[in-house]
């Protein structure tokens, strides 16, 4: 930072000192980044190779089935699932579905303006389903109620609350939370026919049968969880700020499950990649940030469900 400040204009320190490094940093960005860069350390002080500090809240929302509050740095994001009752496809007469959707609303970030959709929300939806849906995380059988005949729609919804970047990271890690979390209602048959909700004791209900007596969670195999890496220059700088993305322009995003399996590798954008051992670096970073959200998630539903008891 020193040699920031000096060369910002010669003051050492002070109050006119940190305005000018301020200044400096948003007339030459990606120079203010780079002097950093020399010395392995990025301006929050995080080494290269570090993502931010995580936390997970699961069952943020009360009137969803499952929900998680997910912060990564000051990138926020709410995962919030609800199930209906759907009839089933033909095609798959066992199993329920689910269905996706992330928002940016105005208040996440300057760049999404009001009465406009941003456009990286349709994009970040399906790249969420897409890794969803290739990691096998769950299986749709688990919420079939009747064969050929009811099955639960599960509608899960992603708001970003904070855009600060490595948003497709937060987001899935949301995501799976808000499953972990997922409580699959009690639901029964009634002197119709119909599929009802039960509360409280099913044995007490004048139905005619509890459907999914024993199901309460989705069982979770092979859950995924990606980390977001800047390339730039001969630098790889892990779980990237808005700011970071906003100047350097070579992400590379990689999807692994809790079984070590590589599920996706995304590049939308930036330079062509001609070394492998930036990708190979990247997936070594993924690894361990794996590693790190496992430990989080687990401690966070662990928490939740002492307090449930």
């Not at 790249?127 to 059988?141: A, F, G, Y």
């Not at 972990?180 to 209900?205: M, Q, T």
Request: with cysteine.
């Amino acid at each position: 930072m020193a040699a920031v400040k000096e060369d910002a204009g010669g003051r050492g320190g002070g109050f006119e000192g940190e305005m000018e490094v301020e200044a400096y940093r948003r007339l030459f960005p990606l120079p203010y980044y780079e002097r950093h860069l020399l010395e392995s350390v990025r301006p929050d002080a995080r080494p290269l190779s570090s993502a931010r500090d995580t936390s997970i809240a699961v069952g943020a929302v009360s009137s969803a089935d499952g929900s998680a509050l997910v912060k990564t740095g000051e990138t926020t994001m709410l995962a919030a699932i609800k199930l209906e009752v759907m009839s089933p496809s033909q095609d798959s007469p066992d199993e329920g579905s689910l269905a996706i959707d992330f928002h940016m609303p105005p208040i996440c970030s300057p760049t999404v303006r009001p009465g406009r959709p941003a456009e990286l929300a349709p994009v970040l939806s399906k790249q969420l389903s897409d890794v969803i849906s290739r990691s096998k995380m769950i299986h749709l059988k688990e919420l079939s109620l009747v064969s050929g005949k009811a099955a639960w729609m599960a509608y899960l919804d992603i708001y970003c609350l904070n855009a600060d970047g490595s948003l497709f990271d937060v987001a899935l890690l949301s995501a799976v939370a808000a499953l972990a979390h997922l409580h699959i209602p009690l639901v029964s048959l009634n002197d119709e026919g119909r599929i009802i909700a039960v509360s409280g004791d099913p044995s007490r209900k004048t139905t005619r049968e509890v459907v999914n007596k024993d199901k309460r969670k989705l069982s979770l195999n092979s859950v995924p969880f990606s980390l977001t890496c800047l390339l730039h220059k001969d630098y790889i700088l892990a779980d990237p700020t808005a700011e970071e993305e906003s100047i350097m322009d070579t992400p590379v995003t990689v999807v692994l499950d809790s079984l070590d399996c590589l599920v996706s590798l995304y590049k939308p954008g930036g330079a062509a990649l001609a070394l492998t051992s930036s990708l190979k670096e990247c997936v070594s970073l993924t690894r361990r940030r794996v590693q790190e959200l496992r430990s989080i998630l687990d401690e966070a539903l662990q928490s939740t469900e002492m307090d449930e008891d």
